[in-house]
């Protein structure tokens, strides 16, 4: 079972490998991504759990799916996740939790991520790269989303399909837990936020 604190030791590993393999400082891969050159320090130092959002805006610097940043081996032929592998890299107030199941770079990059909110949480997420999209299947419960400023509601069995390159929340305004099955398809070549 790979930790919160495996993740943050991998993700370290993976930036700074990132970073140095491009001849990046990391004041260029503040100005690329976005991120405070003190935040990407904490990173790089495995000192600090960071946000799915900042994550995001490292990976797409680097032109990599967050499961790059979390996992650096080659990409094999076949791979089986265990159902306790995969680390929570979100954590709501009220105990939900976000993980990314399998994040992969080829042929495209495609993340497949499992999210459970507890009644009332919430999360905010800006904007992604360019022509990102989402996939969002609520398995259970109801999920609300305002895209770009426009309110949408999700309840059990439905899919909602829309490109993330502009702000997005999600929420369970549901007295029950949300369980949702998220696909996020990225596209490929580096971000650079100066541009």
């Not at 079972?1 to 400082?25: F, Y």
């Not at 799915?52 to 076949?78: H, M, Q, Y």
């Not at 993340?111 to 989402?134: I, K, L, N, Q």
């Not at 895209?147 to 702000?167: H, K, L, N, Q, S």
Request: glycine share 12%; net charge negative.
């Amino acid at each position: 079972m790979l930790t919160e604190r495996d993740a943050q030791a991998a993700i370290a590993r993976q930036v700074k490998s990132l970073r140095q393999g491009r001849k990046w400082s990391l004041d260029e891969l503040a100005s690329r991504s976005g991120v405070s050159k003190g935040m990407l320090v904490q990173i790089e130092g495995a000192r600090t759990n960071p946000s799915i959002g900042t994550l995001c805006r490292v990976a797409e610097s680097f032109g990599v799916s967050v499961g790059r940043l979390i996992e650096g081996e080659p990409e094999p032929v076949v791979k089986i996740v265990g159902a306790d592998e995969p680390a929570v890299l979100w954590r709501g107030p009220g105990g939900g939790a976000g993980r990314l199941l399998r994040g992969v770079n080829d042929p495209a990059f495609v993340e497949v991520w499992e999210w459970r909110m507890a009644p009332g949480e919430e999360h905010d997420s800006g904007d992604h790269a360019p022509r990102t999209r989402e996939i969002i299947h609520v398995r259970e419960g109801s999920l609300t989303m305002v895209i770009d400023g426009a309110d949408y509601r999700v309840r059990t069995g439905e899919t909602i399909d829309f490109f993330a390159d502009r702000p997005h929340r999600y929420g369970n305004p549901g007295p029950v837990e949300a369980v949702l099955t998220m696909v996020v398809v990225l596209p490929t070549g580096e971000r650079d936020r100066r541009v």
